[in-house]
């Protein structure tokens, strides 16, 4: 007989869930959300954190030490019980920083506006819940490319805290209704006041009131935005969006992610240089061979005249600071053809024009006949690093002007990515300020 026939009724069936399509917004979207902020009275400059990508071993180390509620013990948090642990340790803490109430979410959803204030340089945005797309709707336009392993670490840190723990950084041009609601932000008192052990002054106030948002909403709508900082979390979004639907979970607050939009034409960032340092080439000798394709001037004065010298010279094309803090050549005047014929023709125009693929297309594997790779070239967030990076080696510098955030906008909506270490974007939103749970979505 079959076993089939006589089998118990009622038994519920086993089925996998039916995987669903991520929604894709037609616009960008900021919407409020309930924040998980530290409880009043916390003093915040001891539990705010840098982003997790720029903290040194002994950097996270003494921000553990200023506070056992500073952030950085979620966002890098210590294997203490065997491999992989720290992300299970991470979601516990959260959970019971929520129990103990040193964590609350506030009350109402918002859209929140932040400002950084620090050596002269004020940045203000709104922060809230970004509306993931793809890159190929051309609305959150990426830069730069991303590498698993950041991406894999960020997923099971999200998968087990269930919580967007940073923004990412968005630039986006704008002059509507948001960006005057972000500069009229401070005809109210601030909702949190700090300032950070960098100097920097921190500020946010909270926008609830439906008219005002339903406004950011429509201004923001049919407008686009480029990642300054957050690929990988960025990624990681999408990437943790996608395995939630896969599983079947539908809509939820996967589909969102926590974001920080800067109007770049109003209270935007500061755009720095990523300089390179070349060990075994010296100043002269660089000069020398890049001779044949640039016009090379030793700049007599010194490093400072020669910092003059290059931003100057960068208002009519690509320019070079080669130094060693003693000897110092500007490069500038590219031989036209030379440069052309050097440039990668699968590249955009955007991007073969960027100062910085000049600098690796051209100038170190063409003229300098060097691997570009990063045990070869270096580098270095500031000029001193990497002067001093080249006088310890018997190197060069290689000194470059910041690319305009116009330029980064262009290569991105090229569908095109910028070389390695090519901007810093200025100053780096702090995290700790605002969290976004899962569980406080309404």
Do not use: C
């Amino acid at each position: 007989m079959s076993e089939g026939r006589h089998a118990p009724r009622n038994i519920p069936r086993v089925t996998q869930p039916a995987a669903s399509t991520p929604p894709r917004p037609d616009g960008l979207v900021l919407a409020p959300f309930r924040a998980l902020r530290h409880r009043s009275g916390t003093a915040l400059t001891e539990v705010l954190a840098p982003p997790y990508d720029v903290i040194s071993a002994a950097e996270q180390a003494e921000l553990e030490d200023r506070s056992p509620s500073n952030v950085v013990r979620l966002t890098l948090p210590r294997d203490e019980a065997g491999p992989d642990s720290r992300y299970a340790a991470a979601g516990q803490l959260l959970a019971a920083w929520r129990e103990n109430g040193t964590l609350t979410p506030d009350a109402d959803p918002a859209v929140y506006v932040y400002e950084q204030h620090a050596n002269g340089h004020t940045q203000r945005g709104l922060v809230g819940a970004l509306g993931l797309t793809p890159a190929e709707d051309q609305i959150v336009l990426p830069h730069e490319n991303t590498m698993a392993g950041p991406v894999a670490d960020r997923l099971a840190l999200m998968a087990a805290t269930a919580a967007d723990l940073e923004m990412i950084f968005l630039v986006y041009d704008g002059g509507g209704p948001a960006s005057q609601a972000v500069a009229d932000a401070d005809r109210r008192p601030p909702l949190v006041e700090t300032t950070t052990h960098d100097g920097t002054r921190h500020r946010l106030w909270a926008i609830t009131d439906a008219d005002e948002l339903a406004a950011i909403a429509a201004d923001l709508h049919p407008r686009r935005a480029v990642i300054a900082d957050g690929h990988h979390r960025y990624a990681t979004f999408l990437r943790y969006q996608a395995d939630r639907h896969a599983a079947g979970d539908g809509e939820g607050p996967w589909d969102l992610g926590l974001a920080f939009l800067v109007d770049g034409s109003a209270f935007g960032p500061e755009v720095h240089a990523i300089h390179r340092a070349v060990p075994g080439l010296a100043p002269a000798r660089a000069a020398d061979l890049a001779s044949a394709g640039f016009k090379a001037t030793e700049v007599a004065e010194g490093l400072a005249a020669g910092e003059a010298a290059l931003a100057a010279a960068g208002e009519t094309g690509p320019a070079f600071l080669l130094t060693d803090g003693d000897v110092t050549w500007l490069l500038s005047e590219p031989d036209a053809d030379q440069l052309r014929s050097a440039m990668p023709v699968e590249r955009s125009e955007a991007w073969q024009a960027l100062d910085v693929a000049v600098a690796h297309a051209y100038l170190i594997r063409t003229l300098w006949q060097l691997d570009d790779t990063e045990q070869v070239v270096e580098f270095h967030h500031d000029v001193a690093a990497a002067v001093a990076a080249a006088k310890v080696s018997g190197g060069t510098a290689l000194l470059l002007n910041p690319t305009p955030v116009a330029d980064v906008a262009a290569v991105a909506a090229a569908g095109d990515r910028m070389p390695r270490k090519s901007t810093l974007f200025v100053p780096k939103p702090a995290t700790g300020l605002l969290i976004r749970a899962f569980q406080d979505a309404d």
